[in-house]
């Protein structure tokens, strides 16, 4: 009599293994997508030296970019629980290409601003749909994993672009608008050839449902503060960090080579450790990495040299590679299924929201470096707090709707 005993995953399997095709698909349009993102990066530097705009206009448009975004994710979180995941996905891919080659074909300030506005609306609008769509594709055991190896794809993809970006930029902007907008027709092609729809069949008029169901959700919003507090945090690595590095004596290319760092631990990284921590618990996880990203950022004080730089920038890359596929899990873990659009676009408004309050932070700077890093500090040390007051409550709520 022979036994069979069970064959043990190899080391590439346990990272990247046993995940749906579909998924991959979404995996593969996402990083497309993001080799592609190469018109944001350099938005400022197209509108002031490509238009002939002034400081003051440019951040007009900037502004008006971000109300879009302000209000995109809400949106698109209702429209993916409402005609599908894949819809939604690929009609905002499609309407992204269409708003990136207006912007770059509009000369005037009135068609500059309603393209960037549309832009703002549209580019994103894929996020509540994706992370619905992880969610009623994995089973919650892999989740963390999943949103882990699709933050990865985004980050990697994002490096490459923005390199390759600074490059063709020099032979004219009009290539990285073109760009951008083919990589956004990509993912839409892929996504719709190769993900189901996976929308829950049952309807809001028998289940119940809207954005103010979502709104009534006590633990939700708490958590949804929770994720504020992180990305807020996170949000001064494009806001106040260059501006206070350049205070600190650090030239661009310093601050540039730094900030390589961050890219290079989570390539190297994030697929590593994603299984690890996805079987961790989730809100004491979550809550660790925003402590670690805190304390990174306080660092940042008594940064004198590119050396000292580089040795926060670790500190709170870890800490953003510990939160990264965890949100994500947390957020579905909370949601009914016919509202997981809704939940996710609200994770996505409160990323808006940091995005937008984050440079309200500079004026610490006049005070000192000191002050603006404490203060960050404390409200990661007080943001990862809050998330392990809310610990319990995640994990009956996860066993509810898991059960």
Do not use: C
Request: a positive charge; hydrophobic letters at 55%; aromatic letters at 8%.
């Amino acid at each position: 009599m022979t036994t069979a005993l069970a064959e043990k995953p190899s080391f590439l399997q346990s990272k990247i293994g046993g995940l749906p095709r579909p998924f991959w698909a979404l995996w593969s349009g996402t990083l497309v997508n993001r080799l592609g993102t190469m018109v944001m990066p350099f938005t400022g530097v197209y509108l002031t030296q490509s238009r002939g705009l002034s400081l003051t206009a440019a951040g007009l448009v900037m502004a008006v970019f971000g109300a879009g975004s302000l209000v995109s994710q809400l949106i698109a979180g209702t429209l993916a629980d409402r005609i599908g995941r894949r819809a939604t996905l690929a009609g905002g891919m499609l309407a992204t290409a269409v708003a990136m080659l207006a912007l770059g074909y509009s000369t005037t300030l009135p068609a500059i601003l309603a393209s960037m506005f549309v832009l703002g609306l549209v580019i994103d609008a894929y996020r509540p749909a994706s992370s619905a769509l992880v969610a009623d594709l994995i089973a919650p055991a892999e989740r963390p994993r999943a949103y882990g190896l699709l933050f990865w794809a985004i980050n990697l993809g994002y490096a490459v672009g923005m390199t390759a970006g600074g490059w063709l930029a020099q032979s004219g902007f009009m290539w990285l608008f073109w760009f951008d907008a083919i990589s956004s027709v990509v993912f839409a092609v892929l996504v719709w050839r190769a993900v189901p729809e996976t929308r829950p069949a049952s309807s809001e008029t028998t289940t119940g449902g809207g954005m103010r169901q979502v709104l009534r959700d006590r633990l939700m919003l708490g958590f949804t503060v929770v994720v504020l507090g992180d990305a807020l945090v996170y949000s001064q690595t494009f806001t106040t960090l260059p501006v206070a590095m350049k205070l600190a004596g650090l030239s661009t290319a310093q601050f540039g080579v730094a900030m390589a760092a961050n890219g290079v631990l989570i390539v190297v990284l994030q697929p590593l450790v994603s299984d690890w921590l996805g079987r961790r618990d989730p809100s004491r996880t979550f809550a660790l990495g925003i402590s670690i990203m805190g304390v990174g950022f306080a660092l940042t004080a008594f940064v004198t040299s590119t050396i000292t730089l580089v040795a926060t920038i670790v500190v709170w890359t870890i800490g953003e590679i510990v939160t990264a596929g965890i949100a994500g899990a947390i957020v579905a873990s909370l949601a009914p299924p016919h509202l997981r659009g809704r939940y996710a676009g609200l994770f996505g408004f409160a990323w808006a929201v940091a995005g937008m309050a984050a440079p309200l932070m500079t004026p610490l700077l006049e005070i000192s470096s000191l002050a603006l890093w404490l203060t960050v500090g404390v409200i990661g040390l007080v943001t990862a707090g809050a998330g392990v007051a809310l610990g319990p409550a995640i994990r009956r709520r996860a066993a509810l709707n898991e059960g």
